[in-house]
T-cell receptor, first 112, second 110 residues
Framework: SQTIHQWPATLVQPVGSPLSLECTVE??????LYWYRQAAGRGLQLLFY??????ISSEVPQNLSASRPQDRQFILSSKKLLLSDSGFYLC???????????FGEGSWLTVV | RKEVEQDPGPFNVPEGATVAFNCTYS??????FFWYRQDCRKEPKLLMS???SGNEDGRFTAQLNRASQYISLLIRDSKLSDSATYLC???????????FGKGTLLTVNP
């Protein structure tokens, strides 16, 4: 069966520090991968999606970036965090033949 | 008009009650529709897909009205464990991305 893992689960970072969140999917090949953010009191916002290795589409211009160095690995990064980057970050995957997406456990980021 | 708009809630109902959530979407080209459930501080999880003819899964019934661009979720005989935020999700005409509503918080009281 397919599983998705995301880490770290929780982190507290100072303003201006870098960020790296990692996500891996097991048990499938060539999935679509996604990064979403859920800020306090707001809905899920799509940040990036990827349909293949090295292929990244950005939905919202900001100081975050994403990379997909391997088929089942998706990384969210920032060189310098802002207070407004605080939130719940969710990695998700969609099988090539399906429409449903499945989420990882999420990462809680607090920028202080 | 927002891409996906839900009842703002919150809904507070007693155990055993029937509760209905509504959702509208703006993109008439949308092809796929879902309801997700999100517990506090957890990731969203698929509750059910929504099919054109309507579909039922136990106490949960989902309906789609393409002409009105409207989706609904009905929960019968509410349980305490149904307390969660319910998210309406729509494929916005693209195969790659799903758009989420802000969610409706449901609290079922004993």
């Amino acid at each position: 069966s397919q599983t998705i893992h995301q880490w770290p689960a929780t982190l507290v970072q100072p303003v201006g520090s870098p960020l790296s969140l990692e996500c891996t999917v097991e048990g499938t090949s060539n999935p679509n991968l996604y990064w979403y953010r859920q800020a306090a009191g707001r809905g899920l916002q799509l940040l990036f999606y990827s349909v293949g290795i090295g292929q990244i589409s950005s939905e919202v211009p900001q100081n975050l970036s994403a990379s997909r160095p391997q088929d089942r690995q998706f990384i969210l990064s920032s060189k310098k965090l802002l207070l407004s980057d605080s939130g719940f970050y969710l990695c998700a995957w969609r099988p090539l033949s399906g429409n449903t997406i499945y989420f990882g456990e999420g990462s809680w980021l607090t920028v202080v | 008009r927002k891409e996906v708009e839900q009842d703002p809630g919150p809904f507070n109902v007693p155990e055993g009650a029937t509760v209905a959530f509504n959702c509208t979407y703006s993109n008439s080209a949308s092809q796929s529709f879902f309801w997700y459930r999100q517990d506090c501080r957890k990731e969203p999880k698929l509750l059910m897909s929504v099919y054109s003819s309507g579909n039922e899964d136990g106490r949960f019934t989902a309906q789609l009205n393409r002409a009105s661009q409207y989706i609904s979720l009905l929960i019968r005989d509410s349980k305490l464990s149904d307390s969660a935020t319910y998210l309406c999700v729509v494929n916005g005409g693209s195969n790659y991305k799903l758009t989420f509503g802000k969610g409706t918080l449901l609290t079922v009281n004993p």
